[in-house]
Nanobody
Framework: QVQLVESGGGLVQTGDSLGLSCAAS????????MAWFRQAPGKEREFVAAISWSGANTDYADSVKGRFTISRENTKNTMALQMNSLKPEDTAVYYC??????????????????WGQGTQVTVSS
């Protein structure tokens, strides 16, 4: 089992920056690919960004590419999402997720075995 805990959400204004963090505990952190998803009220949970077990490979949704940066620190069992130039449409609950690395980055929620409880990000206009 892997336990994931997000932190860093909050209320910001359009154009601001915000950093999210995900702390993992349980099994060997470097065995897992990690990702961020988000879910806005009334919408399905959507992929935001993913990072391979080593951090060498990343993948971003088109809506956040160039504004968000995903990273991880395996020695500290942590993953981060740096969000710049935030927009009101970025408002959502952000979730940290993990799956056992199998050679490729994946976007579908069904591939992810472990999820955090979520942290709210609100961007005011």
């Amino acid at each position: 089992q892997v336990q994931l805990v997000e932190s860093g959400g909050g209320l910001v204004q359009t154009g601001d920056s915000l950093g999210l963090s995900c702390a993992a505990s349980g099994r060997t952190f470097s065995n897992y690919a990690m990702a961020w998803f988000r879910q806005a009220p009334g919408k399905e949970r959507e992929f935001v960004a993913a990072i391979s077990w080593s951090g060498a490979n990343t993948d971003y949704a088109d809506s956040v590419k160039g504004r968000f940066t995903i990273s991880r620190e395996n020695t500290k069992n942590t993953m981060a999402l740096q969000m710049n130039s935030l927009k009101p449409e970025d408002t959502a609950v952000y979730y940290c997720a993990a799956y056992t690395w199998r050679g490729t980055l994946l976007r579908a929620t069904s591939h992810y075995d472990y999820w955090g409880q979520g942290t709210q990000v609100t961007v005011s206009s």
